[in-house]
């Protein structure tokens, strides 16, 4: 017979209860408390003046939403205005109002 498992938790010497008759990964922590989780990087909305490439002046604002290093582009070639509500729409959407918008 093996001896029970403990917790995964640096400092935690717990018992961790095995899930009998189940499938999937066994638990490797006692408690929720001692699962500690990685906070999430911001979600931030980006706005950016594209340059004059496509020969439309004042209509290449891009619209993207950034976390850590992961960004998504969510409108382009778009006019200075639509650009600015969008990304307000979106930051209100995120957080509620309070937003981060970054120009």
Same mark, same amino acid.
């Given at each position: 017979?093996? @001896?029970?498992? $403990?917790?995964?938790? =640096?400092?935690?010497?717990?018992p !961790?209860?095995?899930? *009998?008759?189940?499938?999937?990964?066994?638990p490797?922590?006692?408690? @929720?408390t001692? $699962?500690?989780?990685? =906070?999430?990087?911001?979600?931030? !909305?980006?706005?950016? *003046?594209?340059?004059d490439d496509d020969?439309?002046?004042g209509?290449?604002?891009?619209v $993207?939403?950034?976390r850590?290093?992961?960004?998504v582009?969510?409108?382009?070639?778009l006019?200075?205005?639509?650009?600015?509500?969008?990304?307000?729409?979106l930051?209100?959407?995120?957080?509620?109002?309070?937003g981060?918008?970054?120009?």
């Amino acid at each position: 017979m093996t @001896p029970p498992a $403990r917790c995964a938790a =640096p400092g935690c010497d717990n018992p !961790v209860a095995r899930r *009998q008759g189940r499938t999937g990964r066994p638990p490797i922590y006692c408690s @929720p408390t001692c $699962r500690h989780r990685r =906070p999430r990087a911001p979600l931030t !909305v980006d706005i950016d *003046q594209d340059p004059d490439d496509d020969g439309q002046p004042g209509r290449n604002w891009t619209v $993207r939403l950034r976390r850590g290093p992961h960004t998504v582009t969510i409108g382009d070639h778009l006019g200075r205005f639509s650009a600015a509500a969008l990304a307000h729409q979106l930051a209100t959407l995120i957080d509620g109002g309070a937003g981060e918008v970054a120009p």
